[in-house]
Structure formats: C-alpha cells, structure tokens
C-alpha cells in the first residue's frame, strides 16, 4: 500500500458517501489497515462549513458514537464547496491536495466519482491537466455504476475517460464483487471437487440469480426514472455474479486471468430478438410509481450461455423494487437422477440444489437425497451454513474491501472496460427488441414476494430459498 494518500469524494453530500465510502474508510481506519498519513477532501454543492458537515454526517447510525479515534478520523476530512461545472475550481482543489499533500509528506491521490453519470465527463475533463502534472505521484480513478446508459454512451465516456487518465488508474467499481458471499463462489467452485467436477450443463439444469428491495425508487427518482431496473441492476450487479458463477477455472486468480475469463462469459451470453423477448422477458411497475412513465421496477428474464460447456442451461436473472422483502440469493439446481435402481425407491428423488445467500444473511445451503430411516424411500436433508450466525463474525463492508484494494493497485474485483461493454451489447439487445412490450408493463402491488409471470418464466416454483 502507498505511505500516504489524499481521498477526494466528488459527491461528499449524497447518500453514497454519507453511508457507504465515509464509514468504509472509518472502518479501515479502526481496523489500523491505512497508513497513518491521509487525509479526505469531500467535494459538494452545499454550503457546509466544516461543522455543519461533520453534523451532516452524524446523521447517519455509522457515525452515531463519538469517541476519540472517530474523532481523529473526522480531523482527517476538509469539506470542499464547489460547483462541478465551475473549470476554475478544479485549480483550487488542485492547491488544497497539494497543501494537504505537504502535511502527510505525500501528494497521491484518489478521485471517486460519486456523482450521477452526468457529471462524470465534465470532472474528468477538468481533472485531467492536475493529473498530467502529477503524474510522478500514484493516482487513481474509482468510476461508480451506471458506466453510461447504453454501448454506444460507455464507449464515448470510456474514450473520454482514457484520454484524460492513464487506463492502469481507472477502477470501474461494482460493489457487489466486494460482498463476502460474491467471493465465496469462485472459493466453493474451485477447492470442493464434489462441485469442481459437476460444474457445467451435464449436471446442472439451470441457474438462478435474483435480488429483490423491499423499498421503492423513494429519493432517487430523478436518477432511476432515466435507467430503470434493467441498466440500475442487470447491466452490472446481475452480469458480474452471473460471470463468476460460470467462469472456467482461471490459470491463477489475478487481475488479468479472471478478466479473461469473465470475458468469455459475457461474450457468448445469448441476446435477444423481438420474438425471443415476448417469452423469456418480463418487465413490472410497482403500484404507485412516482411518475407516469414506462420505467420498469421490476424485470426477470431467460438466458443462456453459447459455450460448449453451458448452452442448453436456462439462467434466469430477476430484480425488483418494493417487493416482500430486501435479499439476494443465487440458486443453483443440479439435474434429478432419473435412473431406475432396483435398492430404492426413487420416485421421491429431488434435484439437488446448491445456494449462495448474500445478503441480509450469508451462508450457503446444499439439499441432497438420503435415506429413509426404517425403509428404502428417499427424502431430502439440507445442510445450511450460516454465516453471519456466528456472534463473532462481523461482516465486512463490501466498500471496505473494495477501497482497500484500490489503495493496493489490486484490481481483481474491479470491472474492466471489456467486461462493460459486452454487458452493453447484451442489455442493448433487450432494449433495443422491446420498446412496444415496455408499454405494457405489468402493474404489481406492492410487497408482493413474486409476479406470476414471472414464475410462469422459471417454469414454477420460487426465485429464493423458503
């Protein structure tokens, strides 16, 4: 890790750095996991001055404890006011990290876009001659998602980007791959041979990957009502865990092996037609909706993917607002043994089904056959790891991982262009095949646990664990 570093949080008054990026580093702090020469610049809008932030942030039940090394922590943070949009700004934030620089005897820095996409040209633009001047010091760029709304805008903000900082220094972030039970997949995938050797489409029969809120669009409508479920969800959070999920076993797990290898995935995942889109895709609007528009809250859909070790293996992905309840699970259930053995009766014999809960409890779940004691019927026992059951166990933030990461130049579970912009190609096939289906989105009320059509999708049955 680098001796000592400069955080600055484009965004320092929205919600991201509020409740996520700000605890994050605190909790890397307590942990003695930064060095001790650093400081944070949190760049807004409003007009704070450094104890009306500090309040501003107390507000969240993160910050709630005062004690003395919070408020050492809080020492660490300048509160910066400015417009984004004001060029001439950006020369006196310029003077403050290089101020702040002499006091920790370092001038790297750290620049993360917590903003809404459409600020994210216009602060790299403006960054971009400080940067070039600064070069013989680490720098690093962490980008939040959306990374643009569709191929062809990633790959102009993509352009824009790389011509104002050095590829190497992007970090695309996916908070997702920083959840313990995301990691988890590729350790229970490639150390237990009982699922290494039956990992492909001759003993699996689908997969499912499904992640519900109890909550609605509330504050973000102006931002959710222009993407919707599919570009707020899919595009990243679904796409990712589905390339961990069916990746070949990398040479080694580094940065480069894994890319490969997740490219690979998202390449050959199949796309859609207008026909294939009136069967395998189903879009919601939760009853209520702030605005009359056409935005989905709610999408399932069918794929697959067109290698020689998966095709034929339906995947479904589902996400949805103000469901029945906040979870995030991801199923996988093994083809049932229809073999006739004269030793056992198998007419009760169950598919075998393997889960990751990742959130609000982690764990993993296995369902097997096994005998009936006293006669020669089969029933099924589970086995159910609960993680987050231990009084012991506390589980890391996903941020905390991530930024740790970034501050080690470890960009294994950081997303690549590559990676986005066949995820674009994939999520341009939908929207592109299904203008006229969006207009007759189907109406759900609220807290309701599933839409029938889309258990109708996955062939019956549920999108999660009972």
């Known amino acids: 890790m680098i001796n000592s570093f400069i955080f600055n949080i484009f965004g320092g008054t929205g919600d991201l750095a509020k409740k996520k990026l700000l605890p994050a580093l605190y909790n890397l702090y307590k942990k003695d996991m930064l060095p001790e020469n650093f400081k944070v610049i949190s760049i807004g809008r409003r007009n704070y001055t450094k104890n009306q932030y500090v309040n501003f942030l107390m507000e969240d039940t993160k910050f709630s404890s005062r004690d003395k090394q919070l408020d050492d922590f809080l020492e660490k943070i300048t509160y910066y006011e400015m417009n984004f949009d004001d060029s001439s700004k950006y020369k006196d934030l310029d003077v403050l990290n290089k101020k702040l620089g002499e006091e920790i005897k370092?001038?790297?820095?750290?620049?993360?876009?917590?903003?809404?996409?459409?600020?994210f040209e216009v602060i790299s633009n403006n960054l971009s001659m400080y940067y070039k001047n600064n070069q013989k010091n680490h720098q690093r760029v962490l980008i939040e998602k959306p990374f643009g709304s569709d191929l062809k805008s990633a790959e102009y903000f993509n352009e824009q980007l790389e011509k104002a900082f050095d590829k190497n220094d992007i970090y695309r972030i996916d908070h997702y791959l920083g959840k313990e039970m995301i990691q988890n997949i590729l350790t229970m995938r490639f150390t237990n041979q009982l699922f290494r050797n039956n990992w492909s489409k001759d003993s699996i029969d689908n997969i499912k990957i499904a992640i519900s809120e109890n909550i609605g669009v509330e504050e973000r409508i102006n931002y959710y009502d222009s993407v919707g479920a599919l570009r707020d969800m899919v595009q990243n959070h679904l796409l990712q865990i589905l390339s961990f999920l069916t990746l070949e076993r990398p040479f080694e797990i580094t940065t480069e092996s894994l890319k490969k290898e997740k490219l690979n995935?998202?390449?050959?995942?199949?796309?859609?037609?207008?026909?294939?889109?009136?069967?395998?895709?189903?879009?919601?609007?939760?009853?209520?909706?702030?605005?009359?528009?056409?935005?989905?809250?709610?999408?399932?859909?069918?794929?697959?993917?067109?290698?020689?070790?998966?095709?034929?293996?339906?995947?479904?992905?589902?996400?949805?607002k103000h469901m029945s309840e906040k979870k995030a699970e991801v199923l996988i259930t093994f083809k049932k043994d229809t073999s006739k053995d004269c030793f056992f009766n198998n007419d009760n014999v169950e598919n075998n089904l393997l889960a990751f809960k990742i959130q609000p409890t982690e764990g993993v779940y296995l369902r097997i056959n096994s005998k009936v004691p006293g006669n020669n019927d089969v029933s099924t026992v589970s086995l159910d790891y609960c993680q987050t059951c231990n009084t012991n166990y506390s589980s890391p933030e996903a941020y905390e991982k991530l930024l740790f990461d970034c501050l080690n130049r470890?960009?294994?579970?950081?997303?690549?262009?590559?990676?986005?912009?066949?995820?674009?190609?994939?999520?341009?096939?939908?929207?592109?095949?299904?203008?006229?289906r969006r207009k007759a989105l189907l109406k759900y009320p609220r807290g309701v646990e599933d839409i029938k059509e889309s258990t109708k999708l996955i062939g019956g049955g549920k999108w999660f664990l009972d």
């Open 106 to 119: 370092g001038d790297n820095r750290v620049f993360y876009f917590a903003t809404p996409p459409s600020y």
């Open 265 to 320: 995935i998202l390449k050959n995942l199949k796309t859609f037609t207008p026909d294939s889109i009136r069967s395998d895709v189903v879009f919601g609007q939760y009853d209520g909706y702030p605005v009359k528009s056409e935005t989905e809250t709610y999408v399932a859909l069918k794929t697959e993917i067109l290698t020689d070790k998966w095709k034929g293996v339906p995947i479904y992905l589902m996400t949805g």
């Open 410 to 436: 470890d960009k294994t579970l950081f997303a690549s262009w590559e990676e986005i912009k066949y995820s674009w190609t994939f999520i341009d096939s939908i929207t592109k095949s299904c203008e006229s």
